[in-house]
T-cell receptor
Framework: TQLLEQSPQFLSIQEGENLTVYCNSS?????LQWYRQEPGEGPVLLVT?????EVKKLKRLTFQFGDARKDSSLHITAAQPGDTGLYLC????????FGEGTQLTVNP | EAQVTQNPRYLITVTGKKLTVTCSQN?????MSWYRQDPGLGLRQIYY???????DKGDVPEGYKVSRKEKRNFPLILESPSPNQTSLYFC??????????????FGSGTQLSVL
């Protein structure tokens, strides 16, 4: 079984701060995805990174895939209350494997 | 509007009373899957289906059944629910299950409580 560990599990910050969420594994994935889940809803795909070392930006969110395709990070610049939610990474291999998630709270 | 529809959103039942959670997608996706989400355990796959009449076990299939008689529908059946199946359940669909074809669309979830 391919396992993905996310850190931190919980993060509470003030509006305007920067943050980074990590997703680590001992397994190699063909690609890695990040989802955001808001209360009462299912996860929504934010991005897929495919190539080792790849960096993708989505407005204030920056996603990076590790060179060895075993890990990824999500960096949010100047966080806003609307960024609050559960962030899930998912590794695409023989199956799709989800991490446990990082619960982010951005306080006004 | 492209969507995955689950019903019901909330369900309270008693141990041993058979129940079905329905899931339907309108995107002509081949791949469908069921997950359960529990605090501290993340999303765990219960069953998945690569296409009509093709289903397979995920990581936690015990106590669940599925069927895929039509492309758009993928119901989850609990023949004899037990309290440890109390959880938040999600149905998801995707064009494919490998590589660049993987893009999961999730339903809004079904919160199940088994008393």
């Amino acid at each position: 079984t391919q396992l993905l560990e996310q850190s931190p599990q919980f993060l509470s910050i003030q509006e305007g701060e920067n943050l980074t969420v990590y997703c680590n594994s001992s397994s190699v994935f063909s690609s890695l995805q990040w989802y955001r889940q808001e209360p009462g809803e299912g996860p929504v795909l934010l991005v897929t990174v495919v190539t080792g070392g790849e960096v993708k930006k989505l407005k204030r969110l920056t996603f990076q895939f590790g060179d060895a395709r075993k890990d990824s990070s999500l960096h949010i610049t100047a966080a806003q209350p609307g960024d609050t939610g559960l962030y899930l990474c998912a590794g695409v291999g023989s199956r799709l494997t989800f991490g446990e998630g990082t619960q982010l709270t951005v306080n006004p | 509007e492209a969507q995955v529809t689950q019903n019901p959103r909330y369900l309270i039942t008693v141990t041993g009373k058979k129940l079905t959670v329905t899931c339907s997608q309108n995107m002509n996706h081949e791949y469908m899957s069921w997950y359960r989400q529990d605090p501290g355990l993340g999303l765990r796959q219960i069953y998945y289906s690569m296409n009509v009449e093709v289903t397979d076990k995920g990581d936690v299939p015990e106590g669940y059944k599925v069927s895929r008689k039509e492309k758009r529908n993928f119901p989850l059946i609990l023949e004899s629910p037990s309290p440890n199946q109390t959880s938040l359940y999600f149905c998801a669909s995707s064009f494919g299950s490998r590589g660049n074809r993987v893009k999961l669309f999730f339903g809004s979830g079904t919160q199940l409580s088994v008393l």
